[in-house]
């Protein structure tokens, strides 16, 4: 009887092991990676960075981790090959519990879009950082002319970033452009006229005044009557008549 029951133990034994072996071999569905969700963080909505880009730069580094077993992706890597983008500023991925894979990016956001007379074509961003263009197109404010790298970031950030963050110039400033001499233009979206600003210096308070003309002057007798508008001399707001 005894006998019996070992040769019974033994064989269910057998029988265990050969079952676990055949299916701890199988790969489980729950190793693998189900799905991908990414989201570009763009206070902005500026479109400079899109998913589409983000699965190719994964796709073309062999990283894009939908389909992989879990337990194969590198997550660090991911984040590392994103981060060597100088479109992104920074990127985060970790696993989710329903065995998907999130991606977070964050984009550099661009202020303005610079071209200057020197050939040099980039973005500057709210943090003075110098972003190339390339193949990549934001529709943002444009400013051309005698513009080097230094004059950008000492003298027309401040001025464009003061643009950026004012609701009424942000809508109605359209191109900045720079003179030889340094001196500043600006052309309107509404309006047939150019603002002779001077020096990129004092522009809150002529743009201040320049904002009141509109009001109290441009309204009444029409927004094309002038062709310049100079806001150079201190407390006056100098016009030219159109031919």
């Known amino acids: 009887m005894k006998t019996l029951c070992k040769l019974v133990i033994l064989l269910g034994l057998s029988v265990y092991f050969v079952l676990a072996v055949t299916l701890f071999n199988v790969p489980e569905k729950e190793n693998v990676c189900e799905g991908v969700d990414m989201i570009v963080v763009d206070s902005l909505q500026t479109g400079f960075i899109s998913q589409n880009e983000i699965r190719a730069m994964l796709t073309k580094a062999e990283l894009f981790p939908e389909g992989k077993d879990l337990r194969e992706i590198n997550l660090g890597e991911i ?3 994103l981060g060597q983008s100088p479109y992104i500023e920074s990127a985060l991925c970790y696993k989710t519990v329903d ?8 984009p550099y956001i661009p202020m303005v879009h610079i071209m200057s007379n020197n050939g040099e074509d980039y973005y500057m961003d709210f943090y ?12 943002l404010l444009i400013a051309t002319g005698e513009i080097s790298q230094t ?12 643009i950026r ?3 009424f110039w942000n809508q109605q400033v359209q191109q900045i452009h720079i003179l030889d001499n340094g001196e ?9 006229h150019t603002i002779l600003l001077g020096e990129a210096s004092q522009y809150k308070s002529k743009l201040k005044r320049m904002q009141t003309f509109y009001t109290e002057g441009l309204n009444k007798v029409g927004w094309n009557k002038y062709s310049t508008i100079s806001l150079k001399y201190d407390n006056q707001v100098v016009c030219t008549r159109r031919k």
């Open 151 to 162: 004059y950008a970031r000492k003298k027309l950030a401040g001025l464009v970033r003061f």
């Open 99 to 106: 065995n998907r894979i999130f991606i977070q990016v964050k």
């Open 79 to 81: 984040e590392n090959i």
């Open 184 to 192: 500043v233009e600006i052309v309107p979206r509404v309006g047939n």
């Open 165 to 167: 963050n004012d609701n």
């Open 128 to 139: 003075n950082r110098f972003i190339p263009s390339d193949e990549h197109y934001a529709d």
